[in-house]
């Protein structure tokens, strides 16, 4: 069974600085998508960013970017300069095809202004 | 373009009754999926359709159950309800399960 893990319960960060979100995840599919979905306080889910395995060039999406490491099974987000509004759960989720998604635990990110 | 429509947003239940709550997918995707999200067991999937039939099943007693229409939108029905029943539940709309997702805001269950 696929598993996610986010070791990092809370995390804060600075406005204007940097952070890494870190989450790894099991599976034995070589094929397969990540993704980083944020859920502010409002409980809407959106997406940050998503990764295709076969792709070996990490994705970005202005100042959010990933680290894909697949051999290690690691998915790792970066916010660069870090906004009030950057404040929210984020989770790290797995999905191999159709619309089944495997959720991380998450990880609350506050933004010290 | 509209977004994910879940309907109600908020839903009061007594145990022992049964609810309905609605999904209304982005207009062209056919892939709906659900899930519960409860603070103690985070984010679970509950079952996934894909043009009216049940593609996946998460690991949910059969009290839970769901249908998908010809329009795509799809229903989930929880009957005979439990305190632990009350959760936020995210429906998920996709074109055909091969790109992402989009979620709606939910709707917020509590049984009392």
């Known amino acids: 069974a696929q598993t996610v893990t986010q070791s990092q319960p809370e995390m804060s960060v600075q406005e204007a600085e940097t952070v890494t979100l870190s989450c790894t995840y099991d599976t034995s599919e070589s094929d397969y998508y990540l993704f980083w979905y944020k859920q502010p306080p409002s409980r809407q889910m959106i997406l940050v960013i998503r990764q295709e395995a076969y792709k070996q060039q990490n994705a970005t999406e202005n100042r959010f970017s990933v680290n894909f490491q697949k051999a290690a099974k690691s998915f790792s987000l970066k916010i660069s300069d870090s906004q009030l509004g950057d404040a929210a759960m984020y989770f790290c989720?797995?999905?191999?095809?159709?619309?089944?998604?495997?959720f991380g635990t998450g990880t609350s990110l506050t933004v010290i202004p | 373009k509209a977004g994910v429509t879940q309907t109600p947003r908020y839903l009061i239940k007594t145990r022992g009754q049964q609810v309905t709550l609605s999904c209304s997918p982005i207009s062209g995707h056919r892939s709906v999926s659900w899930y519960q999200q409860t603070p103690g067991q985070g984010l679970q999937f509950l079952f996934e359709?894909?043009?009216?039939?049940?593609?996946n099943k998460g690991n949910f007693p059969g009290r839970f159950s769901g249908r998908q229409f010809s329009n795509s939108r799809s229903e989930m029905n929880v009957s005979t309800l439990e305190l632990g029943d009350s959760a936020l539940y995210l429906c998920a709309s996709s074109l055909d399960g091969r790109v992402e997702a989009f979620f709606g805001q939910g709707t917020r269950l509590t049984v009392v």
């Open positions: 359709y894909f043009s009216e039939t049940q593609r």
């Open positions: 989720a797995y999905r191999r095809s159709g619309n089944q998604f495997y």
